[in-house]
């Protein structure tokens, strides 16, 4: 069971390094997603993380393909509206792609465009997405079946709901704020890797 920690765009540079090297070892994926940044900014960072010595193979980075390509990090995680899948896969076989997708449409679609795996979300009301009710375990539930490649949840998931998203047989789970928004980030993700390891 995987457990994916997705960089939540309100930290300095400073701040991102001493928490993702601080929980490289515990989480099994970090997705640098720093929209706000500029392309020179990510580079530096991905750069020092990786001198710090953390796994490239735990970076994802969100979104920019050109940032990946540049750093050696073959994991890159698309967005809605972001590059085709399918030209990715077909332009860089090795890069594991995953997708993020709201709906099983849309699931089936990454499916077809050789996504290596779905994001999928927001399964519970999270302050990412104000004032949207989520999704629901029972949505997630159905993706997961209808799906041959992994799903991996997100969305307002914390130690408190995240038994209720492992019953749905998902391969992994994503959170931001459960991490990032932690005065003790490493402490978070320990507490919720132990749950998540005994969910399978
Ligand atoms: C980055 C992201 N994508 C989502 C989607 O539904 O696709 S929800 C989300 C944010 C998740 O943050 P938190 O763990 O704090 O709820």
Redesign the pocket.
Known sequence: MELHA?T?GKKSIKELKEIITSIADVVDYIHI?EKSKVPAEIVALVEELIYAGVEKERLVINDRLDIALLTGIRNVHL?ANSLPAAKVKTAYPYMRVGV?V?SVEEAKTAEEARADYC????V?E????KGLAGRGTNALGKIVEQLQIPVIA????TPDNVEQVLEKKVHGI?????IF?SSQPKEAAIHLKNIVQKGG
């Open positions: 997705i939540d997603r967005p993020s709201h994001l999928f979300g927001h519970f999270t302050d990412s997405k997100i969305g307002g998931i994503a959170v931001m704020s459960t928004s």
